[in-house]
C-alpha cells in the first residue's frame, strides 16, 4: 500500500484526503480553519489533527503515509514554512498518523499546481484571505496573502 496524506488547511477551513496509489481515496475528513495566526496554535492544531483523523480512521494499524504533503494559510516566510512544518508534525502525531516525508507549502501554491497543468497559469483566491500567484511551472511569484 503507498499512501499519500494530502492536506488544505486554509483560514476557513481544513481538508484531509488519504490516497492510495492503486485503490484512490480512501478517506477524506474537514475540520475549521487553522491559521495559527488568526485562530492561534492550538486550534489549528487541533482542527488539522481532527481532519487528519477523519481522513486516516480507515488506516491499517502500524501502517505510516509516504507522503503527508500541506499546503497551509499563514506559510508566507522561511520563518513560518518552519512553524507550519512544526505543526503539520504535531498534527499528524496527536492524530496518531506517522509520514515518511512531510511535505509544507502555502495554501494558495498548492491551488496554483492543482488547478494549472505543470503549475503554469495565474491564480486569484479571495475568500477568508486573498492572495495571487503566477508560475511557469519551475518559478512562481506571489501578490498579497
Known amino acids: 500500500m503507498s499512501l499519500v496524506l494530502a492536506v488544505d488547511g486554509g483560514g476557513t477551513k481544513s481538508l484531509a484526503v488519504l490516497v492510495d496509489e492503486e485503490r484512490g481515496v480512501i478517506g477524506s475528513g474537514r ?21 487528519i ?13 509516504r507522503t503527508a504533503a500541506f499546503g497551509l494559510a499563514g506559510v508566507d516566510t522561511p520563518r513560518s514554512e518552519e512553524e507550519g512544518r512544526l505543526l503539520a508534525l504535531r498534527a499528524l502525531s496527536a492524530a496518531g498518523v506517522t509520514a515518511a516525508q512531510v511535505l509544507v507549502e502555502n495554501d494558495g501554491l498548492i ?35
Open 111 to 145: 491551488a496554483l499546481r492543482g488547478a494549472a497543468a505543470g503549475g503554469r497559469g495565474l491564480l486569484v483566491a479571495a475568500g477568508t484571505g486573498s492572495v495571487v500567484y503566477a508560475g511557469d511551472g519551475e518559478r512562481y511569484v506571489r501578490a498579497g496573502g
Open 53 to 65: 483523523a477523519a481522513a486516516c480512521q480507515g488506516l491499517p494499524p502500524g501502517a505510516e503515509v
Open 31 to 51: 475540520a475549521g480553519g487553522c491559521n495559527p495566526q488568526s485562530v492561534g496554535a492550538e486550534q489549528a492544531e487541533q482542527a488539522l489533527a481532527q481532519a
